[in-house]
Nanobody, 116 residues
Framework: QVQLVESGGGLVQPGGSLRLSCATS????????MGWYRQAPGKQRELVAS???????NYADVVKGRFTISRDNAKNMVYLQMNTLKPEDTAVYYC??????????WGQGTQVTVSS
């Protein structure tokens, strides 16, 4: 079964940075458009950043200019560099394919908590 494993979360003060990593065992990963999603308590899961197989990136307005998504196809990895973190960025972060009809089984996610 294809796995998604997120890591890199933690507790950080407002204004701080974190780098999230997502590892996948999926074959042909290099052909997948991927996204980073997050879910805060009591809220729906939302897409915050995406990267196509060709490397084109897109960001939700709330993270634009602060977050950077990247990928390493040789390592089957997707990354999310998060800078200038705000308390409202607190959530569990997940990675998955961009197209909902092609979603793989969700991983456990990684908790990001922004608090002083």
């Amino acid at each position: 079964q294809v796995q998604l494993v997120e890591s890199g979360g933690g507790l950080v003060q407002p204004g701080g940075s974190l780098r999230l990593s997502c590892a996948t065992s999926a074959s042909f990963f290099r052909f997948f458009d991927m996204g980073w999603y997050r879910q805060a308590p009591g809220k729906q899961r939302e897409l915050v950043a995406s990267i196509t197989s060709g490397g084109t990136t897109n960001y939700a307005d709330v993270v634009k200019g602060r977050f950077t998504i990247s990928r390493d196809n040789a390592k089957n990895m997707v990354y999310l560099q998060m800078n200038t973190l705000k308390p409202e960025d607190t959530a569990v972060y997940y990675c998955n394919r961009l197209n909902p009809s092609l979603w793989m089984s969700w991983g456990q996610g990684t908790q990001v908590t922004v608090s002083s």
